[in-house]
């Protein structure tokens, strides 16, 4: 309980004040703004299905498009994402950018299919304001980060476990 409560808080406070340190950077100024790390491999932009959270959970598909962080390479996947924890409302189609990071060997854009597992937590009145951070992939070296502020989202409020698995297309 004290979880939601802190994530209700946070995703209030960030919505009140304009969320102007979570605005959400399109995948290239990631990769610009990340092209010195020697960990950080390219931006995950997602099309996340809406859905009805039901107490216990929900399920969204995804669309994603990998970019590299040579800004040039890429790849195209599918797949969903679950929530198992408190997931209340219902949220509207939205966009997220996953910041993508190997923490083991060097992973080309075909090469990050796989589950990936984590926590997230996000409040939608009318606005969205939330993150994720999951953790898997091949050999489980890859860790994600996503956060950010979406207009006109929906009404939720969701925090627990969120489990996401992506497969190249075919």
Same mark, same amino acid.
């Given at each position: 309980?004290?979880?939601?409560?802190?994530?209700?808080?946070?995703?209030?406070?960030?919505? *009140?004040?304009?969320?102007?340190?979570?605005? #959400?950077? *399109?995948? #290239?100024?990631?990769?610009?703004?990340?092209?010195?790390?020697?960990? /950080?491999?390219?931006?995950? %932009?997602?099309?996340?299905?809406?859905?009805?959270?039901?107490?216990?959970?929900?399920?969204? $598909?995804?669309?994603?498009?990998?970019?590299?962080?040579?800004?040039?390479?890429?790849? #195209?996947?599918?797949?969903?994402?679950?929530?198992?924890?408190?997931?209340?409302?219902?949220?509207?189609?939205?966009?997220?950018?996953?910041?993508?990071? *190997?923490?083991?060997?060097?992973? @080309? $854009?075909?090469?990050?299919? @796989? %589950?990936?597992?984590?926590? #997230?937590? %996000?409040?939608?009145?009318?606005?969205?304001?939330?993150?994720?951070?999951?953790?898997?992939? $091949?050999?489980?070296?890859? @860790?994600?980060?996503?956060?950010?502020?979406?207009?006109?989202?929906? /009404?939720?409020?969701?925090?627990?476990?969120?489990?996401?698995?992506?497969?190249?297309?075919?």
């Amino acid at each position: 309980m004290k979880n939601v409560v802190t994530a209700a808080a946070m995703a209030a406070l960030a919505l *009140s004040t304009g969320a102007c340190s979570l605005q #959400q950077s *399109s995948a #290239q100024q990631l990769n610009t703004t990340n092209a010195n790390s020697r960990i /950080y491999i390219g931006s995950l %932009t997602c099309n996340v299905g809406g859905s009805t959270g039901y107490i216990l959970g929900s399920a969204k $598909p995804l669309d994603c498009v990998f970019l590299g962080k040579d800004g040039v390479s890429s790849a #195209q996947y599918t797949g969903t994402i679950d929530k198992v924890g408190i997931d209340i409302g219902y949220t509207k189609a939205v966009h997220t950018i996953w910041r993508v990071y *190997s923490l083991g060997s060097d992973r @080309g $854009p075909t090469q990050i299919g @796989g %589950t990936y597992v984590g926590e #997230q937590g %996000t409040v939608a009145a009318g606005n969205q304001a939330g993150g994720n951070w999951i953790y898997g992939g $091949p050999n489980a070296e890859i @860790g994600m980060l996503a956060s950010g502020v979406v207009k006109d989202a929906g /009404y939720n409020l969701a925090t627990g476990v969120a489990a996401m698995t992506i497969r190249l297309k075919q």
